[in-house]
């Protein structure tokens, strides 16, 4: 059984900074791809950014570029996203999602993910 644990949001004034992490079980982490996914109030889930299983490639929506990091430890099987100059449309739930498919090819399709978090809220006051 593998589960994913997020943690880290919280109320944050616009142009603020949070880290989000995802600690994942199991000792299977390394060989999947991960990825951060946001669904805001009313809104449908959308991707937000995502890592290789080895760390070596990122990929990120257009609407975080520039301002949100991913990255991950594959010692302690944890995911991150470093999130700076926040904006108010960036409230959401956060969840991060594990591809535990063969390719090493990050992909912001939601249906490749099969292992899920619980969502962390993160609220953005202007």
């Known amino acids: 059984q593998v589960q994913l644990v997020e943690s880290g949001g919280g109320l944050v004034q616009a142009g603020g900074s949070l880290r989000l992490s995802c600690v994942v079980s199991g000792r299977t982490f390394r060989s999947y791809n991960m990825a951060w996914f946001r669904q805001g109030p009313g ?65 912001a399709t939601i249906s490749k993910y099969q292992y899920w978090g619980q969502g962390t809220q993160v609220t953005v006051s202007s």
């Open 43 to 107: 809104k449908e889930r959308e991707f937000v950014a995502g890592i290789s299983r080895s760390g070596g490639s990122t990929y990120y929506a257009d609407s975080v570029k520039g301002r949100f990091t991913i990255s991950r430890d594959n010692v302690k099987n944890t995911v991150y996203l470093q999130m700076n100059s926040l904006k108010p449309e960036d409230k959401a739930v956060y969840y991060c999602a594990a591809d535990p498919g063969p390719s090493s090819i990050v992909v």
